[in-house]
């Protein structure tokens, strides 16, 4: 196992700065077998919460949107930036409610992941929240223009089969909540 | 749906650049409802392929890799950077073959997705490979010290359910394989 030992981090040297959006820093790193890695990336952005939020009746809140970084309009989940301080759970819930005005009485964790193993780039961390009730109106970020679309467990397990999912961590939660049903 | 239309792209500054490995950018846009947002991120990194690489006798293969994005040693797939130039299928055939020393002779493609909606950061395109059979040795790079295992669907399928994966686009790709097939 040695060879699996983590690197070394020799220096580091942030090469571009905007907070709170992202940090770019080069490494210089000593690898397990000695060899040197003298200009290795990593990328420091916010880390997020992205929350598979059930109705009473058992539909899924699924949210359409414009997404720059694809350059399309896209399904995604309740999803949000965590600020500063702020844990995940406590998140994932002003994000639910700001989004959709909707309250769960239920929240499950589902495990955090990284986007990108070698970069970093920002944590997610999934939560499913059950029997969601719309308690308020949502109220989102200026950016964030968006409709709020509710479906099936069976039209969401079409929609995935079919592709129509693009984002990573939307498809890896989504998949994983549903498999977690057929499996119990 | 007009509120979602594609944002306008003003103009586009690049503020750190390391070919081939990322480049950072800096956008003024122009949003649908007029407003003008000056200072919005865009991470390009190269596109890369994740195979989800089954036996004949329907094993799955993994990678246990340190994994510097991380600081930890963790699962992951077969998986690569593309080359320019490279078809994602040419990419992941090449990649199989260089980390496991195994061939394929049935792909079928499970389509892309993006780690992050917002900035883009690399698009991953997944693959299923079936009847996978060893006809070389794994000769990956040099910063590559992995451990290959292989495990049974039914093992693969607990492992994520217990949350043991923790790369969104590789809880994606075993979670959308096994509910696949779950619902076939």
Same mark, same amino acid.
């Given at each position: 196992? !040695?060879?699996?030992?983590?690197?070394? +981090?020799?220096?580091? $040297?942030?090469?571009?700065s905007?907070?709170?959006? +992202?940090?770019?820093?080069?490494?210089?790193?000593?690898?397990?077998?000695?060899?040197?890695?003298?200009?290795?990336?990593?990328?420091?952005?916010?880390?997020?919460?992205? *929350?598979?939020?059930?109705?009473? !009746?058992?539909?899924?809140?699924? *949210?359409?949107?414009?997404?720059?970084?694809?350059?399309?309009?896209?399904?995604?989940?309740?999803?949000?930036?965590?600020?500063?301080?702020?844990?995940?759970?406590?998140?994932?819930? $002003?994000?639910?409610?700001?989004?959709?005005?909707?309250?769960?009485?239920?929240? *499950?964790?589902?495990?955090?992941?990284?986007?990108?193993?070698?970069?970093?780039?920002g944590?997610?961390?999934?939560?499913?929240?059950?029997?969601?009730?719309q308690?308020?109106?949502?109220?989102?970020?200026d950016?964030?223009?968006?409709?709020?679309?509710?479906?099936?467990?069976?039209?969401?397990?079409?929609?995935?089969?079919?592709?129509?999912?693009?984002?990573?961590?939307?498809?890896? *939660?989504?998949?994983?909540?549903?498999?977690?049903?057929?499996?119990?």
């Open positions: 196992m !040695d060879s699996l030992a983590p690197w070394k +981090i020799l220096s580091t $040297r942030t090469v571009y905007a907070p709170p959006w +992202i940090e770019v820093s080069l490494q210089k790193l000593e690898l397990p077998c000695g060899k040197i890695v003298g200009d290795y990336h990593q990328v420091a952005t916010p880390e997020y919460t992205l *929350i598979f939020a059930e109705t009473e !009746d058992s539909r899924v809140l699924l *949210i359409r949107q414009y997404k720059h970084g694809m350059r399309e309009v896209a399904w995604t989940f309740p999803a949000g930036l965590m600020e500063p301080g702020e844990e995940p759970l406590a998140s994932a819930q $002003r994000e639910l409610l700001e989004e959709t005005g909707c309250h769960s009485p239920e929240w *499950i964790s589902l495990g955090s992941s990284v986007p990108n193993a070698n970069y970093g780039c944590k997610a961390h999934f939560f499913h929240a059950k029997n969601c009730k308690v308020a109106s949502p109220n989102a970020g950016l964030e223009e968006m409709e709020i679309v509710s479906v099936s467990k069976n039209e969401l397990r079409r929609m995935l089969l079919d592709g129509e999912f693009k984002i990573s961590g939307m498809i890896a *939660i989504a998949a994983l909540v549903l498999l977690r049903e057929s499996a119990a």
